[in-house]
Every structure is written in C-alpha cells, then in structure tokens.
C-alpha cells in the first residue's frame, strides 16, 4: 500500500439553504464526497472546513458522492478493519445531513466549480492509489467530471491525497500534497509526490495554511491532514484553497 495506516432516511424537511446563502448571487459548487471517516471514507475535518469557508463566500453547496461499496470498512477507535460492508453515497449522506446526491448525476454546466475533500477514501473508493499507487486506477464518474469540469474551464479545488486522482486523469497538472520530505513526522506520506510525478503530474512543495494554484489548468490544491500540525493551519490551507477556487470561477 502506498498510504499506511440499508440505511433508512426518515421523511425529514430539510431547509433548503442547509449550504447556501438565499436572495443574493453566489455561486454554485459540487462537494464531492468519499465516504465518512478518515481511514475509509471523507476526512470530516476536512469537509466540515470546506463547508464553512464556502458558507462565508454565500457559495450554494451540493454534495455528491458515488453510489458504490466501500473498498472496506475500518473501525476507527482500533484502526483495524472490521467484518461489515458500507456504502459509500449512505455514510456520505452522515456529513451531508441528507442532502446527498448519487454523483453520476453530477454534471458540471450545473456548477462554477467543484472540489473534493481528502481522507483514505479519496485512495481507497474514488480510486485504487492506496493499493496501487502510481497505477491506480480512478472510477468512471469521477474521471468524467474531473475532465468534464476541466474542459469546461471551471476550477477544481483538492485536498489531502485527493491531488492523486487529478494527476491520474489529467496528466501535466500542478498540484501540491505539502514536502517531500518527512520532517522528523511532520510529513508521513513523502512518497506521494513521486507517485503524482510518476503519473505526469508537477509536485510543488508547499506548506500546509498555503495553496498551489494551476492557472492553466485551474487546479487549486492544499495538503489539509497530509501535515500532522494543529487543526486550524489545516483550516487556514483549506480557506486559502476555498478562496482560489471562487475567485477563479469568476463568481
């Protein structure tokens, strides 16, 4: 491995501006999700920061997530698999309070921009980079609206691991998952940005409150839980790659 370590909805109403700013212009963004947990899923720390800095902009927020099994479920208070199955839109669903859509639905004319959060679910059940690293192969909705996106010229915003599958599908893009070094810990997954180089990707170091932007190709990224640091640099990161990914929607 190249990174270590029936559900029922009740007919709740939920308020339409669960994500989103009502009676003004805002723009519109697709949240793709993995799952819910770290070491399986969507790292919430991470979608929780990416929500909050959207609600501040007055960004209009959907969330998306596959409707597929997960590569496996871990139990998170012992960090060991465990003999169960879950489905990834469902716990999904757990961070989207609900309003989660199947994201072969996800089409980008629908949205300015879109972007995906980290968590071992990026590598795990958006694609196979846990297991097979610079081979990995990345599943056909998210490879479709990754280049659907791109070639639309809207801006995609990553973060975490999540940089893998953009280098996977669009070969030449510049992202960052932080050093390439390990730092004493501070940095435990160095090996990354030589996967993202071995798939034609550009690695540029970064530290983990800043974010790299790809003018060309639109592509905004922050390393979030890459770094083992306190929490708010990793909301600082996730702000500043917010900011990049609005700003250049043009909205």
Avoid at 121 to 142: E, H, M, P, R, Y
Wanted: glycine share 10%.
């Amino acid at each position: 491995m190249w990174l270590s370590r029936g559900l029922v909805l009740s007919r709740v109403r939920y308020p339409r501006a669960l994500h989103s700013a009502a009676a003004r212009p805002h723009p519109s963004v697709a949240l793709v999700l993995s799952g819910c947990g770290v070491y399986d899923g969507t790292e919430i720390h991470e979608a929780s920061a990416i929500l909050v800095h959207l609600s501040r902009v007055g960004a209009a927020v959907q969330v998306y997530a596959p409707n597929i099994p997960q590569m496996h479920v871990i139990d998170h208070a012992r960090g060991e698999p465990a003999v169960e199955s879950r489905n990834v839109l469902v716990e999904s669903a757990r961070i989207a309070r609900g309003r989660v859509v199947d994201l072969n639905k996800l089409q980008a004319q629908d949205h300015d921009a879109v972007i995906f959060p980290g968590g071992f679910g990026a590598a795990k059940n958006l694609s196979s980079f846990a297991v097979d690293g610079k081979d990995c192969k990345v599943i056909t909705d998210v490879e479709r609206v990754l280049k659907d996106f791109h070639q639309a010229g809207k801006p995609i915003g990553l973060c975490c691991i999540a940089p893998v599958l953009v280098a996977r599908v669009l070969p030449g893009v510049e992202v960052t998952v932080g050093q390439e070094e390990e730092e004493g810990g501070k940095w435990p997954y160095p090996g990354t940005a030589e996967a993202i180089r071995c798939m034609g990707g550009k690695h540029f170091p970064g530290d983990v409150h800043q974010a790299h932007v790809d003018m060309k190709n639109k592509i905004v990224t922050t390393p979030a839980f890459m770094c083992e640091t306190h929490l708010h640099h990793i909301f600082d990161g996730i702000g500043a790659m917010v900011a990049d990914v609005i700003r250049l929607s043009g909205k």
